[in-house]
């Protein structure tokens, strides 16, 4: 168990948590990497490095700012070896604090954080028994952020998430589940409160419990309505961001408002980011079948977006996913029953959201083969 009495007399001299000024500075670089400007943020790491040179937040900065650099970030992202380098510094660093402290709530939350990333990363592509290792090994450190997560509110970010995906994550993927009877239970609700009281209280976690929170409530919950407000946040505040552009045009694009989607979708026109050309031609593609009810340029777009998305093997496979969709709707229409059913199954085949795969099951069904 957790001893509180050194925590209390400890606390005061805590490098990062207890000073306002240093949370400050790490803020406002925070501010730079969210908002995608890497140049400002690198300058404010260099500012952080100075007053904390061997602190385990100077490498999570860095982490960051790389991956924002090309958001989603997956194994096959150019720059994935840079970013996880940052993460084993960040792991380093923090070991070292807590090989001196034990229990060093510093330590343990920048070292769950780096192996949680590493987690989803492998779990995302499929590797397994890598994504088991370092859920093992942030789940240790976890079980000190359950007894420091009403001192230090920076430990809602990664205990909410830790109660809602302990029990959504092997509902959705099964083959999980045997390995998980040495993890405690989760609890759904708890986590969503957590990940909300996050998104008010944290300092360092604030964005990307937003993010996350917003993630679950668009694909897990299919709650657009609560996600909303989280979206519409993130936007606001950091308008240079075309990720959260994109998690906002799919939230209008779900509640079937298109005159709203239309002008975030034509933001995204001349990205040069080819992700974010997908993006704005699978739901450009949407906005004239359903919208417009142009059929053949909707089916253009919809070819476009798959033109681009061959080049990714796990990346975009949402967006790939709805391209799917839309032709097998559009040639359903036509009356070409072979072919909408083989773009229907590919829908399927692509993507685990529960939306696309009702959606395709039905129009199947439709087909009546």
């Given at each position: ?20 000024e ?16 890497p ?29 924002w650099?090309?958001?989603p ?25 807590q090989d ?63 109660n809602?995906?302990?029990e ?21 609700e ?23 929170i ?52 034509n933001?995204l ?65 036509r ?35």
């Open positions: 168990m957790f001893c509180f009495s050194w925590l209390d007399s400890y606390s005061q001299r805590l490098p990062l948590f207890n000073n306002k240093r949370i400050a500075l790490v803020k406002k670089g925070g501010n730079y990497i969210y908002n995608m400007q140049d400002s943020a690198k300058i404010i790491i260099e500012q952080v490095k100075v007053i904390l040179p061997n602190h385990p937040v100077v490498p999570m900065m860095e982490a960051l700012n790389i991956a650099t090309e958001m970030i997956y194994s096959s992202s150019k720059i994935f070896n840079s970013h996880i380098s940052a993460l084993d510094r960040v792991i380093e660093l923090s070991e070292n604090l001196k402290v034990n229990n060093h709530p510093e330590g343990v939350f920048f070292e769950m954080s780096a192996r949680g990333l590493k987690a989803e990363y492998y779990a995302k592509e499929g590797s397994y028994m890598k994504s088991l290792s370092e859920a093992r090994k942030m789940y240790s450190l976890l079980k000190q952020g359950f007894d420091l997560v009403d001192k230090y509110p920076e430990f809602l970010f990664p205990i909410g998430l830790y809602y995906f302990r959504k994550y092997p509902e959705r993927h099964p083959i999980y589940k045997p390995f998980l009877w040495v993890f405690k239970s989760g609890d759904i708890k986590g969503l409160l957590q990940l909300d009281n996050a998104t008010k209280v944290g300092v360092l976690t604030k964005i990307e419990a937003n993010l996350y917003s993630y679950i409530y668009l694909r897990y919950e299919k709650n657009t309505s609560v996600a909303k407000k989280y979206l519409i946040s993130l936007v606001d505040e950091y308008p240079n961001n075309t990720y959260f552009k994109s998690k906002l045009i799919e939230y209008f694009m779900l509640k079937k408002n298109y005159d709203k989607a239309l002008p975030l979708i933001s026109k001349n990205n040069t980011d080819d992700y974010y050309k997908m993006c704005n031609y699978v739901f450009y593609g949407t906005y004239l079948e359903k919208s417009q009810l142009e059929m053949k340029n909707a089916q253009l777009y919809y070819e476009k977006t798959l033109e681009l998305g061959n080049q990714y093997a796990l990346k975009a496979s949402y967006f790939k996913s709805l391209a799917n969709i839309g032709l097998g709707r559009v040639h359903a229409l009356g070409i029953k072979t072919l909408a059913f083989e773009y229907f199954e590919k829908a399927i085949e692509i993507d685990d959201n529960d939306l696309i795969i009702k959606e395709a099951e039905e129009g199947i069904l439709k087909l009546d083969l």
